[in-house]
């Protein structure tokens, strides 16, 4: 069992990448109603340089982009339900052919058509972001998001973030009605 965050906690994952090398982070999520219409949450993920920009559009890893240009971030497709025990989404990252220029990867997830729908995270129950090793299978940390985002169509759920030679974990649960495409113009991409 890891180590459960609260909103704004960090903990150090591995103090080099020559300790934890492939990691996969899985973000699940529940309708607060059985039975409810469909929850499309997009999980995603974009690597980010030390100016708080992406390199590129192809770091930006979401359900059209499933992979970054070598293969160290991939998304493992995209669950346009939420049912179903366990994760809903994963991205795999491979902390070992990340280039040293990226110092942060977030990762964010916006409700697919939440405005046509009349849909938020307050409508959602069970959230979670967690960091698993996937050579060995263990988890390492898990943040639990609280249902208090009633009117958020969109969220940073957590965050990789370069500390020396190691890597860390930030639970963020900053939430927004900005869509995926306003969060990646946050970052510099010109979607």
């Not at 960090?10 to 999520?29: C, D, M, N, Q």
């Not at 964010?108 to 698993?132: E, K, L, M, W």
Request: no cysteine; hydrophobic share 35%.
């Amino acid at each position: 069992m890891g180590i459960d965050l609260a909103k704004g906690g960090s903990v150090a994952l591995a103090e080099s990448t020559e300790i934890l090398t492939h990691i996969t982070v899985g973000l699940g999520w529940d309708p607060n109603r059985p039975g409810a219409e469909e929850f499309d949450l997009d999980a995603s993920a974009i690597a980010l340089q030390e100016s708080d920009r992406a390199p590129g559009l192809s770091y930006f890893v979401y359900y059209n982009n499933l992979s970054s240009p070598r293969g160290e971030i991939v998304h493992r497709g995209d669950n346009l339900t939420g049912e179903g025990a366990g994760d809903d989404e994963q991205i795999e990252v491979r902390l070992d052919l990340l280039s040293s220029a990226i110092t942060r990867i977030v990762f964010p997830v916006s409700i697919h058509n939440a405005d046509y729908r009349h849909q938020s995270f307050g409508d959602v129950h069970g959230a979670y972001i967690r960091i698993v090793n996937t050579d060995t299978g263990d988890e390492l940390v898990r943040y639990d998001l609280s249902t208090t985002a009633a009117r958020d169509t969109s969220m940073l759920f957590g965050e990789l973030h370069r500390d020396g030679g190691g890597w860390h974990f930030r639970a963020l649960g900053e939430g927004g009605v900005a869509g995926l495409a306003e969060i990646a113009r946050g970052y510099g991409l010109d979607v």
